[in-house]
Structure formats: structure tokens, C-alpha cells
């Protein structure tokens, strides 16, 4: 089984600050996804990646693909207490039963 | 437009009883999956289906089993449920499979289950 890393695994920050989360791999992915998760909910995508060093942002997220496409980063500019939730990665490799979800990260945003 | 509903919301099982956990979905996608979610583990896929009629194993399939009659429901069962199945258990939808395309899966809002 690949497994997908993520770090760290909680993260409680106050609105305003920056964060990174990371997701790693020895493995490597032909495309890799974000999702958010919301209490009592499940996963919403937030971006699809396939280049090895692809960089898409949306609005206040910034999302990358690894050059070697093993690992990617979610930055997160001026946190807002909406940003609250789970954060997934999801990577897949030879096929869709080949998709792996990462750890996960919780993100708390305090007002 | 309800998308993807799952239910029952909570069940509690007692150790060797069985259950039927139903998804259902309206955006008419071919492509249906069952994961659960273990704190620490990420989302793990248990079975999907392709089509109507057509089912495959995922990472984790022993200990249940789906049926997909109708493009629209894809059914999971649990036929002697143990403890360590206790679990969240997620369906979600695509029009297509993979992730390249970027494709967007959509999930339910998820079935808690407890086995004791």
C-alpha cells in the first residue's frame, strides 16, 4: 500500500497567519488531489494537479505539485476561521484502484 | 438536486449482526464508491462500481459486500459486522474515473457506525 503523508496533523493557528501543510510520498503520482472536509461531512475538492511543478492558487490557497511529483504543499495566505476543517490529499498511481488518500491535516482557525 | 445522500446517518451494531448501508445518487454519474475513515488512516477504498451491474474490490473489500441494481444506488453490506469495522463509512459519485482529468468525486455526508 502507498502511503501518503501528510503533516502536520494538527494545526491551530489565529486568523490572520500563514500556513503550509505538506504531503509526501516515496511514491510517484500521475495527478494529486486536494479535498476539505467540514465536521459531520464529506470531502469537497478543492484542486486537481498532473505536472511535476504545477503551481494553482485559488484565491488564499496555493496549492504545488513536486517536481519529481512524489509530494505537494497547500499554503494557506491570512487564515479566516472558514478555512477550518480536515484537509486530504489524494494521489493516484496506475489506475484508479490505485488511489491513495493521504493522513490528513486538521486546521483550526481561531478568531 | 440532492447530490449524494447516504442513510442510515448512525448505527450501532452488536458483534456478528448484519446491515445495509444505501447511497444514492442524482447527477446520474456511472462511477460509485464505498470508503471508510479511521482517524489517522485517510480515506480507504473498500469497493466501487464502473456501471449498472458491475462491481470491483478496493484496497480494503474483505468483510463486505456491495450490489449496484440501479445506476443511481450502490449498496454496502456488512453480512457479520465485527468491531474492528466500526468506522465512518463514505459513498461518493463520478462522471469519470481517475483523478487526472480532474475529476471531482462527490461525496455523502457519511454513515457512523459503531460495532460492540
Known amino acids: 500500500t502507498q502511503l501518503l503523508e501528510q503533516s502536520p496533523q494538527f494545526l491551530s493557528i489565529q486568523e490572520g497567519e500563514n500556513l503550509t501543510v505538506y504531503c509526501n510520498s516515496s511514491s510517484v503520482f500521475s495527478s494529486l488531489q486536494w479535498y476539505r472536509q467540514e465536521p459531520g461531512e464529506g470531502p469537497v475538492l478543492l484542486v486537481t494537479v498532473v505536472t511535476g511543478g504545477e503551481v494553482k492558487k485559488l484565491k488564499r490557497l496555493t496549492f504545488q505539485f513536486g517536481d519529481a511529483r512524489k509530494d505537494s504543499s497547500l499554503h494557506i495566505t491570512a487564515a479566516q476561521p472558514g478555512d477550518t476543517g480536515l484537509y486530504l490529499c489524494a494521489g493516484e498511481s496506475g489506475g484508479y484502484q490505485k488511489v491513495t488518500f493521504g493522513t490528513g491535516t486538521k486546521l483550526q482557525v481561531i478568531p | 438536486n440532492a447530490g449524494v445522500t447516504q442513510t442510515p446517518k448512525f448505527r450501532v451494531l452488536k458483534t456478528g449482526q448484519s446491515m445495509t448501508l444505501l447511497c444514492a445518487q442524482d447527477m446520474n454519474h456511472e462511477y460509485m464508491y464505498w470508503?471508510?475513515?479511521?482517524?489517522?488512516?485517510?480515506?480507504?477504498?473498500?469497493?466501487?462500481?464502473?456501471?449498472?451491474?458491475?462491481?470491483?474490490?478496493?484496497?480494503?473489500?474483505?468483510?463486505y459486500n456491495v450490489s449496484r441494481l440501479k445506476k443511481q444506488n450502490f449498496l454496502l453490506g456488512l453480512e457479520s459486522a465485527a468491531p474492528s469495522q466500526t468506522s465512518v463509512y463514505f459513498c461518493a459519485s463520478s462522471y469519470s474515473l481517475g483523478l487526472a482529468g480532474g475529476e471531482e468525486q462527490y461525496f455523502g455526508p457519511g454513515t457512523r457506525l459503531t460495532v460492540t
Open chain 2, 35 to 63: 470508503y471508510r475513515q479511521d482517524p489517522g488512516m485517510g480515506l480507504r477504498l473498500i469497493h466501487y462500481s464502473v456501471g449498472e451491474g458491475t462491481t470491483a474490490k478496493g484496497e480494503v473489500p474483505d468483510g
